[in-house]
């Protein structure tokens, strides 16, 4: 079967890599020429684990290719995806759906034959019935079908979320669609992975659905976290406590300096928006995306309170450790880091960061940051280290060496994961989350 995928970015390329390695003849478009290029020559344009030998594979079996060329790449395609951004719209928080039109309208232009068109965006509901309309405004003579499958693979794991899901979503609203879409996902459906057929609305509203909730469970273990601190209790005994009722469950009760990234920030206030407009608030999600901005920079008040406060703070030195959202990824979209980093250099602190796969992407966002080449560089002559993302290079310090080399010793553990007594024995002041 042919598959294109339209846009290639963290969803639309390792989908694409993925769905050629289970033997599909997969084409993945994108407009931004430098990315395929990028493509053609083997050097991937996003960091993620496993992909560059992913997608060297499935080209050397000729399965997998790329393009700038839509009209070129959806030809003979039967299932055609839209993997495009959906970021939020700058003054008010909904989806931007620009670049979804664009691509449903470029298709509906020069679809030659019977496709299925699929969004794996995250869109809201009711996009399914607009690309729907674009496709019939063009009068087509080829038989059509709008379907919707949201992605749920998380970045840094995305080729083993892709490979083993929990759970398959297709919003599908006719016959066509759903065998084109049984074909598609046929290798996961022999490895067992849940395929759930639903109403495309519901399709839709699943992804938002999910990632609201996510969100509200990290929220909710944050405020578990602060309240922590002040009653004299401890945040990881508490997560642990609740997260081994399998009504509850552990995942996603990881107190930290609040969620960011490309997806929860921006798909919690698309949901909202899409709420207000049908009138039917969420006002827990309401609360959750507050509670979750003003703890960023809580946590960047953090870092100067264990440097004396912000008076004392100004003229010293940071170092931040980790900058993207989470670890193995590239990506700062949203990332916590941000805030954390604007805080401090808004009190006159000097930072120095390290990151293994995010500076590149951090630099336009931190100008007053500076850059170094690892986080021992970053520590020397600082007067707090904090921890921002929990990458393994920041697991097993030699905090010997970083005693040595710092101003003071202060550790700010915005992760957690440091054990406490360990290093207050090895001399530091340290601070974590919710753990009095
Ligand atoms: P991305 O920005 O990494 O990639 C999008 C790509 O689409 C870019 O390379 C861009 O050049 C390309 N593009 C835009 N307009 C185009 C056009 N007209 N023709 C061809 N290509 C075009 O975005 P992403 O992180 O892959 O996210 C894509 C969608 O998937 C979003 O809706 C997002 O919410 C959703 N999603 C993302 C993740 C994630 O972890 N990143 C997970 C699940 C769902």
Request: include cysteine; aromatic fraction near 6%.
């Amino acid at each position: 079967m042919k598959i294109a995928m339209v846009g290639s970015g963290y969803v639309g390329l390792v989908s694409g890599a993925c769905f050629a390695d289970f033997g599909h003849d997969v084409v993945c478009i994108d407009k931004d020429d430098s990315k395929i290029e990028a493509l053609r020559n083997g050097v991937m344009p996003i960091y993620e684990p496993g992909l560059d030998a992913l997608v060297g594979t499935n080209v050397k079996a000729g399965r997998l290719s790329f393009s700038t060329d839509l009209a070129e790449g959806i030809r003979g395609a039967s299932a055609i995806f839209i993997a495009v951004g959906t970021p939020s719209r700058r003054g008010d928080g909904h989806a931007d759906l620009t670049f979804v039109h664009a691509v449903a309208k470029e298709i509906a232009e020069t679809l030659e034959n019977d496709a299925v068109i699929v969004t794996k965006s995250t869109v809201p509901v009711g996009t399914g019935d607009q690309v729907e309309r674009i496709l019939a405004d063009a009068n087509l003579s080829v038989r059509t079908a709008v379907v919707s499958n949201p992605e749920f693979l998380r970045e840094g794991a995305a080729i083993g979320d892709f490979k083993r899901p929990d759970r398959i979503v297709i919003g599908c609203e006719d016959e066509f669609g759903r065998e084109v879409m049984n074909e598609v996902y046929r290798p996961l459906y022999l490895n067992q992975s849940p395929i759930l057929f639903t109403a495309r609305r519901s399709a839709e509203l699943i992804k938002y659905a999910a990632n609201a909730f996510l969100a509200t469970k990290i929220t909710f273990i944050n405020e578990m976290a602060d309240l922590c601190e002040k009653v004299g209790a401890d945040v990881q005994d508490v997560a642990r406590g609740i997260g081994l009722d399998n009504r509850i469950g552990p995942k996603f009760l990881h107190a930290g300096p609040g969620y960011g990234g490309s997806c929860f920030p921006k798909d919690t206030l698309a949901l909202l928006k899409t709420a207000e407009d049908y009138e039917s608030p969420t006002r827990i999600v309401e609360a959750v995306v507050k509670v979750n901005d003003s703890r960023k920079r809580a946590m960047g008040r953090k870092v100067l309170d264990a440097l004396g406060g912000a008076d004392e703070a100004r003229g010293k030195k940071v170092a931040l450790l980790g900058l993207t959202f989470k670890p193995n990824t590239d990506d700062m979209r949203d990332s916590p880091a941000i805030a954390v980093a604007q805080t401090l250099t808004d009190a006159g602190v000097k930072v120095a960061a390290y990151d293994p796969e995010g500076m590149e992407q951090a630099r336009p966002l931190m100008p007053e940051v500076e850059m170094v080449s690892g986080p021992y560089e970053a520590i020397e002559g600082a007067d707090a280290v904090a921890i921002v993302t929990e990458w393994d290079a920041f697991r097993a310090l030699d905090l010997k060496r970083v005693k040595e080399l710092a101003n003071a010793p202060v550790l700010v553990d915005l992760r957690n994961i440091y054990t406490p007594d360990i290093v207050r024995e090895a001399g530091f002041t340290y601070e974590s989350i919710g753990r009095a």
